[in-house]
């Protein structure tokens, strides 16, 4: 099994941990592509199904390739057990399904991620469970949301698009004080840039669709924790409703994790990189990125974080007609509403990720018709300010015209 130490540097482990090897003596990790496992005989199938007997049974419970990933993103996350699943909704459904009963409430913070939304508000709803939103950042907020009721505390922090961010320390506080459960949506920093367990986090939420891939290709998710009583109810929760990750997209996600510590580094650089020119660009009237020493979660971010992340967001003078020609205008970046790929993203949240959420919804979150967030790949970061300009240089130059 696999010879992971804790005293393993990330880049080390990130290369390194979960992997084990069979007889064949493979270099790579090998892909399992199989549905069920054989047993020596009936007693030790039976041995196995009853769970008195390590071993695998069928890859919906577990998978030798599916393991590796889950060992190796759990070490990455500091975290003793990982479930992976089919992909990150399937891991807060999982959540969901192992942690809530009817008559439960949760604190969830206003500004996750459009499917979160619906699935706590439309879906767990229905089955009695009551979802409070709060704002990300306001500590007060948080501690009128928490009822005798409230049993999980859901978070992504920094949030999307305009990169709040939350004291996860002080919340995992909060938690505990009213016996909740923490769990902190960590799909845009990934454990490169924050370990939400160590700061007091009881659950890390993982859509591998993103960074942990970084290029694409695969849709996955994950969830980690320390306490094996809630990693139990987990694993049962998903090896008996079913979406479980596939071997081969379990695959790709260990190819993707080995280089998940140079990627998120560079994706930092170049968001700062982006982040420096747009926040001089006359254009611009307003830009959302953490690492900016304006940024109201600036500070925060600098003591839970140890990088800024790859995303940001700005406002660009004029309303939905500009913000749409700086996203036409564009000629490498791609135009879609995914992000953490290697490829640059550019998306108009207002009217895609956001637009089934009304107007008042939208305001409150700072989401405003001007607003454009970009998730800044691994591209050369001149190429990337250079396709950016096509849009936004025009626009200066006509607001510069205005002015005289
Ligand atoms: C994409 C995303 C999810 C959902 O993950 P899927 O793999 O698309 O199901 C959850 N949280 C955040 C922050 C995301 O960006």
Known sequence: MTRATPCWEIETQA????QFRTDECEHSDPIFATSSFVFESAADAAAKFSGNQP?????RFTNPTVRAFEQRLAVLEGGQYCVATASGMSAILCLALATLKAGDRVAVSASVFGSTVSFFSKILARFGVTPDFVPLADPDAWQRAMTP?????FVETPSNPTCDVVDIEALSVLARRTQALLAVDNVYCTPVLQKPLSLGADVVVHSATKYLDGQGRCMGGALVVNDKELFDNLFNALRTAGPAMSPFNAWVFLKGLETLPLRMRAHCDHAAAVAQWLAAHPAVERLYYPGLATHPGHERAAQQQTGFG?????????????AWQVIDA????????NLGDSKTTITHPASTTHSRISAEERAAMGINESLIRVSVG?????DIIADLARGLDPIATESRACVA
């Open 15 to 18: 290369v390194r941990a979960g």
């Open 55 to 59: 071993g695998n049974v069928y890859s």
């Open 310 to 322: 790859g995303i940001l967001a700005f406002e660009v003078r004029g309303g939905r007609e500009n």
């Open 378 to 382: 691994l591209e050369n970061p001149s």
């Open 149 to 153: 009721r409230t049993r999980l505390i």
């Open 330 to 337: 564009t000629r490498m970046v791609s135009i879609t509403a």
